[in-house]
């Protein structure tokens, strides 16, 4: 089972126009392959999740 640290994670964040960290708001989609809820705004799951045979991802608690 791959683990979320093993994925390739997102660089820096979304800021606001003067630059500060802007509020970002947890989107989940249910995986209709393996049933897993998906952070959306996460590309490493989004990428693991596109592929048509995978298991769910080991989270890092």
């Known amino acids: 089972m791959t683990k979320l640290s093993d994925l390739p994670r997102r660089s820096g964040g979304l800021k606001a126009v003067d630059g500060s960290p802007a509020g970002e708001e947890l989107v989940t989609e ?32």
């Open 30 to 61: 249910i995986c209709p392959v393996c049933g897993q809820a998906i952070d959306m705004s996460d590309i490493g799951q989004l990428l693991w999740h596109a592929t048509e045979d995978h298991e769910p991802i080991e989270l890092d608690s």
